[in-house]
């Protein structure tokens, strides 16, 4: 999707998960209206974008390749990115190895994980032998909350996620969007989250994104590191309910490396871990006051 003038401020929004730009319905029009350039590419694999049914293609150095061709496609300059979940990581990763692209940033519950080369923080099944199972049981909503959100150890809870979205036959966009937000879906919305995929030859982007953990190994450290140099504007808000990525110690960690972060009105909000239907409009206006106080020279 593209919308707003040609000229204006670019803004890259980045979707996670197992969603797409519909992710970015509540924010678009707004940011439009503030006549800005507003950007949202669905993942490969996911929304409306080439969905390659290989399980093994995903990884993070490979969806990172393809935006950065999707933004020297575009021939965009001083960008203003806005990332979520997964879209976080591919857009922190590609902040950090091509900074000059890039004029701001806003992170709504997300992350850089760093993961040190040679430490493996969780166990993969071999996604090219992965294969449904049909004896997993059916989601279920609290039971998701409390796995993914609540739980005294996210790193078991993320493990469990992992083995669930590429072995679970009752996997599908509209439970995991249903299950992570505080606001309520429509049944209409809540499809719209599954017409990408109407069946399981169509997901293996959902299924195999949370397994791209395995690849980032020392894969960070050069963007984590750049980004302890990036004094561009940086705002971090984060939902209070989203105890997976949008946590304290989280926001703080990234707030307190990035020196581009100080000064800024960093926020928390009652909202889960997919923010932008929980306060879309809430976060198009602090993108919007973002770019606005903070003028490129």
């Known amino acids: 999707v593209e919308e707003g003038p040609a000229e204006g401020e670019v803004v890259l929004l980045l979707h996670g998960q197992p969603t797409w730009s519909y992710l970015y319905r509540k924010m678009i029009p707004p940011l439009a ?21 290989s399980l093994t ?10 935006m950065k061709s999707f933004v020297e496609g575009l021939g965009l300059r001083d960008v203003t990115l806005f990332g979520q979940d997964w879209g976080s990581i591919i857009g922190l990763r590609l902040v950090g190895e091509n900074p000059d692209l890039f004029a701001r940033v806003m992170i709504a519950n997300g992350d850089l994980p760093p993961m040190p080369a040679g430490v493996q923080l969780f166990t993969f099944p071999d996604r090219a032998t992965a294969t449904i199972d049909d004896d997993a049981p059916a989601m279920d909503f609290e ?8 739980s005294a150890n996210p790193l078991e809870a993320f493990q469990r996620w992992i083995t669930f979205a590429l072995t679970s036959p009752h996997f599908t966009s509209s439970d995991v969007v249903a299950a992570s937000t505080v606001s309520s879906l429509t049944p209409e919305e809540l499809s719209a989250y599954d017409a990408p995929f109407p ?19 020392g894969g960070n450290d050069r963007a984590w590191e750049e980004l302890g140099r990036f004094e561009k504007p940086f ?11 949008g946590t304290r110690a989280i926001q703080d960690r990234l707030t307190g490396h990035i020196p581009g972060a100080a ?6 909000v009652e ?27």
């Open 33 to 53: 209206e503030a006549e800005h350039r507003v950007i949202a590419p669905d993942l490969i694999g996911m929304g409306r974008s080439d969905k390659p049914t």
């Open 57 to 66: 293609i995903h990884t993070l150095a490979q969806h990172v390749a393809w």
């Open 143 to 150: 039971g998701l909350k409390r796995e993914m959100f609540e």
């Open 199 to 217: 069946d399981v030859r169509y997901r293996a982007g959902p299924r195999t994104l949370p397994s791209m953990a395995a690849g980032i190994q």
């Open 235 to 245: 705002l971090s808000v984060a939902g209070e309910q989203d105890g997976l990525l």
């Open 263 to 268: 000064g800024q009105p960093h926020e928390r």
């Open 271 to 297: 909202a889960h871990h997919f923010i932008q239907e929980d306060a879309g409009p809430l976060l198009a206006d602090r993108l919007d006051r973002l770019i606005r106080r903070t003028p490129r020279a």
